[in-house]
């Protein structure tokens, strides 16, 4: 399911916060950010990053599972008592697509061994919500939530230009990193 090379890669450090934000290189021609940054000693550039927040599978999911809800009725507010079975589809889909995001990021994370699962998760569960906002889920009149497309562009383009520049920051131990560790 999960690929591992879809891991943010953290950067690794022995002290200091859980993450760091850094600015994208401005260059016109993308193998040459990409080259640059690796001849760098960096693990992953600012595009990496973005494409690798976004969970493609459960994308897929939410927009199969998205599809098959009738909106030919108007949808009613979940806690009114009157929603339909489509309603509730359709707040069940966002909730088992964040599971799934979840699960998704954990698996690739291990297999890439990257120790940084859960901020990669927290980014791209706020991946997810913003792009089932912006495309229209279902579930968001079900939750009362009006869907406005200026508002919807805006969390979008927002979310785009600045989720790549989250770095996971993964400590070492003071024993690993220092070697003292090996006499025991």
Known sequence: MANATRAITPERQTSGPLMRLTAAPINRNLQDVHKA???AN???TYIDRVRNYIPLEVIAFFIFCNAMIDNGEAPQLLWSGSASPD????VATVLVSLVGVVIYVKTAAERAD???WKLHAVVSCLAFLVWAYAIGAEALPVLGIP????????LLGTFTLFSGLVVPVRKDDAAGAGGEGAAD
């Open 37 to 39: 940054a690796r001849d």
């Open 42 to 44: 960096s693990t992953q």
């Open 87 to 90: 309603d509730f589809v359709a």
């Open 114 to 116: 990257t120790g940084t």
């Open 147 to 154: 869907q406005v497309p200026s508002v919807s562009g805006l």
